[in-house]
């Protein structure tokens, strides 16, 4: 779900008070996010119901109290993104960069502390002092950055097409191949591994549409995951034997 507001959605139906939306985050029976968004007909009751029904099934669920374009998660997440596409358009460093950057600085600790904690943690005082001199630096495009309406114009649309970003493909060899290597592309083989679910005791068993088994005894075709790949594979050097 891209983040439609539900207030939309249920515009035309006859008992408005009974619609509620629930934001799953990818993959759904890994991640225990759901965002319960309550617009402006939703009742209480039913807000109460479907918290109770999704902690009851095991997730996390949590109380979106109104009904904005993008929730919470997605408006974190593209405010992140939107500062991120920025840098590297400015020509302040390499997309590369970027993952490593968040891979292995902030990110690693935001699984256990949030930005709200950490503000605490830090002093709201040197919150302030940091907002009063970044913030006026922070990237303020209407709208979508061109950098990316120029990737997607021009067909660079990420993975499936070889380039998007950054690059998938190696400029030289008769067969493509998808590149994933350091801290950003050990997560994207772990994110190909969830996604396959194979391969349980290593990080990835994917192979190419030639049928090559790996040493885990998986067999996958990337195209089967992303379309437009076809005739690509996975580089998973090492990976069934347990290194990275």
């Known amino acids: 779900m891209r983040g439609d507001p539900t207030t939309e959605i249920g515009r035309d139906l006859a008992h408005r008070e009974r619609v509620v939306g629930t934001h799953f985050w990818n993959p759904p029976h890994l991640v225990p996010l759901v965002e319960v968004i309550q617009n402006e007909k939703t009742s209480d009751d039913v807000v109460r119901a479907t918290i109770g029904l999704l902690r009851d099934a095991g997730k996390t669920p949590v109380h979106v109290r109104r009904d904005v374009p993008g929730f919470v998660g997605n408006r974190l997440q593209h405010a992140m993104k ?114 396959t679910g194979e391969c349980p005791q290593h990080r990835l068993g994917l192979s190419g549409n030639d049928g090559k088994q790996h040493a885990c005894g998986t067999v996958r075709s990337a195209a089967a995951l992303f379309p437009g790949m076809e005739g690509c594979h996975v580089e998973t050097k090492g990976l069934c034997e347990g290194r990275l």
């Open 82 to 195: 939107r500062e991120a596409i920025a840098l590297v358009a400015a020509g302040v460093c390499g997309a590369e960069t970027v993952d490593i950057v968040v891979c292995e600085g902030f990110g690693a600790r935001t699984a256990v502390l949030g930005p709200m904690e950490q503000s605490d943690l830090v002093g709201l005082n040197l919150t302030l002092d940091i907002a009063e001199v970044l913030y006026a630096h922070l990237d303020r495009t209407p709208g979508p950055h061109p950098f990316l309406r120029e990737k997607v114009k021009a067909g660079k649309l990420g993975m499936r097409t070889g380039e998007g970003l950054r690059q998938w493909m190696p400029q030289s060899g008769a067969r493509p191949a998808v590149a994933l290597s350091g801290r950003a592309g050990q997560g994207a083989k772990e994110a190909l591994e969830i996604l």
